[in-house]
């Protein structure tokens, strides 16, 4: 499953608002909700962390093509009217209502959605529709009008910022802020630990992908005489019997649930000029290779790359250090605080914690790193105090710091597994 981050994010809230309600109950059992209540929302909170472990998570689209989490403009041949959508894979986390709307989303799994991905802008796209209770069809056509670049608003994954998006002044980094990586809240703990398991999910799917047969993979069989023959998997009419295997065929169904080290003796009829002949496939598999597999497009794309991604979540697992809350009343790393700001004359209102560095998957909606511009003008600041700053492309912002919740016993800051459960999200 395939994850843009505005369900991330909302599949994070869900996760925090019900791990508060499940914390509460404990406390107050017989007023808040029943054990039948209780054991649904630890059923429902299993679902979300599960979703979050196993699904792809979908950084940064590129500004050039429509992929998942592109936000892009249509317009319909024939039709007047202009619609604007995002693309997602499923509509978890998201609201059902807003697909298939203008401003809302659109799945891959649509016809319009599907026939979309990998537009350019001024590119046409076309599907068709079935009449229901008809055999006739209904073919729509359309104009990609323009693809949407991701403006700083927008809700993405920090770590997929351009590096000059993610850093203040040369000297806001080098002489007023002390940046050091291992240095983590707990929550970026946890999300590194997410990030782990999702990694060896990946990792296993993708081992197994790279080990099954399946259209495109090429096999080597080994007869009792040492002798080898290679066969390539193939979805076309016209194939040569000695060197492919048709995919629709019995003997590829037969092929497709063997791994390499099976063995596999079958007999295969077929016609030349009117005329019954009949080849063998005799000998172990020793090899499958599926280097020309037409594979799905991931973030990873290859079993080097997670490996290479799981050693490092490993060295920051191992060498971590979570920062203790803050106990002052001002802004600091690990304070999670609220920031107002006035953007084009709307006031607009986020809940943040700061860190040091977005190391995992952690939100531009939900984190701030210090080392940022705003991260830079926020730290130190008391509850009501105002901020100002210019942005990499100069443009002036300025808002105001509330709700600093700076309020937690350094005691129980201190031991992470009583810190958890005390300070929930």
């Avoid at 604007?84 to 401003?103: D, K, M, P, R, V």
């Avoid at 068709?128 to 359309?142: A, L, S, W």
Wanted: with cysteine.
């Amino acid at each position: 499953m395939i994850l843009i981050p505005e369900q991330v994010k909302a599949i994070r809230d869900k996760i925090n608002e019900l791990e508060n309600e499940i914390e509460n109950a404990t406390i107050y059992f017989d007023e808040i909700m029943t054990s039948n209540d209780k054991r649904y929302k630890e059923e429902q909170l299993k679902y979300l962390h599960r979703l979050l472990e196993e699904s792809e998570l979908v950084k940064r689209a590129e500004d050039s093509i429509i992929d998942y989490g592109t936000k892009f403009k249509i317009k319909f041949d024939n039709e007047n009217i202009e619609e604007i959508y995002t693309l997602a894979e499923n509509e978890i986390g998201l609201n059902s209502n807003s697909f298939n709307q203008n401003n809302g989303y659109v799945s891959i799994k649509s016809l319009l959605g599907n026939s979309v991905r990998g537009k350019k802008e001024g590119e046409s796209f076309r599907y068709t529709v079935k009449i229901k209770g008809r055999k006739d069809t209904i073919t729509i056509t359309g104009k990609v009008l323009k693809v949407f670049r991701k403006a700083k608003n927008d809700l993405d994954f920090i770590v997929s910022r351009p590096m000059s998006e993610r850093l203040a002044t040369r000297r806001i980094v080098t002489e007023n802020i002390k940046c050091k990586e291992n240095e983590v809240t707990l929550s970026q703990y946890q999300l590194l630990k997410e990030e782990k398991k999702r990694l060896y999910n990946m990792l296993l799917k993708l081992e197994k992908y790279e080990k099954r047969i399946m259209v495109g993979s090429i096999i080597t069989l080994r007869d009792k005489n040492n002798i080898t023959k290679q066969y390539t998997i193939v979805d076309k009419d016209n194939y040569d019997v000695h060197t492919e295997i048709n995919a629709n065929s019995v003997m590829a169904s037969r092929l497709f649930s063997k791994h390499k080290g099976d063995y596999v003796k079958e007999s295969f009829s077929y016609k030349v000029n009117g005329k019954d002949r009949t080849t063998s496939y005799t000998g172990e598999i020793i090899d499958i290779d599926n280097s020309n597999v037409l594979k799905n497009q991931s973030s990873y794309s290859s079993i080097y790359t997670i490996k290479t991604r799981l050693s490092k979540i490993n060295e920051l697992l191992e060498k971590s250090k979570i920062i203790k809350v803050p106990i002052n009343d001002k802004v600091d790393i690990g304070s999670k605080v609220s920031i107002m700001t006035f953007e084009d004359g709307e006031k607009q209102n986020i809940r943040v914690e700061v860190i040091n560095k977005a190391l995992s998957s952690e939100d531009t909606h939900s984190y701030i790193e210090v080392t940022s511009a705003i991260g830079a003008a926020i730290i130190g600041l008391k509850n009501n105090e105002s901020f100002n700053y210019y942005d990499n492309e100069g443009m002036f912002h300025d808002g105001i710091v509330y709700d600093i919740n700076n309020n937690m016993n350094e005691a129980i800051a201190a031991n992470p597994t009583a810190y958890q459960k005390k300070r929930r999200g």
